[in-house]
């Protein structure tokens, strides 16, 4: 079992940056993969970046390539997403989620195996 708490969300002007945790529990967590998602109301869960077990490989769509980064701390059992020059469109729930693999997981949320309850992340015009 890993159980993932997010935080670090909030309110923030347009072009401003968060950074997002996931704490995870669980003495397995090297061993998943990790993702982020978000879900703007009234809309399906969208993925925005993952990462391997081992933190060397990343992966993330074009909508926030080059905007938004994720690592990952072993050592604090930590996934971390910043997000640079915020655009009032990435107002949403952003979501942690583990999957037991050893390749990049996937961009379905259906693939993942766990969630976090979610971080309300707003950006203002």
């Known amino acids: 079992q890993v159980q993932l708490v997010e935080s670090g969300g909030g309110l923030v002007q347009a072009g401003g940056s968060l950074r997002l945790s996931c704490a995870a529990s669980?003495?397995?967590?090297?061993?998943?993969?990790m993702g982020w998602f978000r879900q703007a109301p009234g809309k399906g869960r969208k993925f925005v970046a993952a990462?391997?077990?081992?933190?060397?490989?990343?992966y993330s769509p074009d909508s926030v390539k080059g905007r938004f980064t994720i690592s990952r701390d072993k050592a604090k059992n930590t996934v971390y997403l910043q997000m640079n020059s915020l655009e009032p469109e990435d107002t949403a729930v952003y979501y942690c989620?583990?999957?037991?693999?050893?390749?990049?997981?996937?961009?379905?949320?259906?693939?993942?195996?766990?969630w976090g309850q979610g971080t309300q992340v707003t950006v203002s015009s």
């Open positions: 669980g003495r397995t967590f090297s061993s998943y993969a």
């Open positions: 990462i391997s077990y081992s933190g060397g490989s990343t």
């Open positions: 989620a583990a999957k037991s693999t050893y390749l990049i997981p996937g961009t379905l949320p259906d693939e993942y195996d766990y």
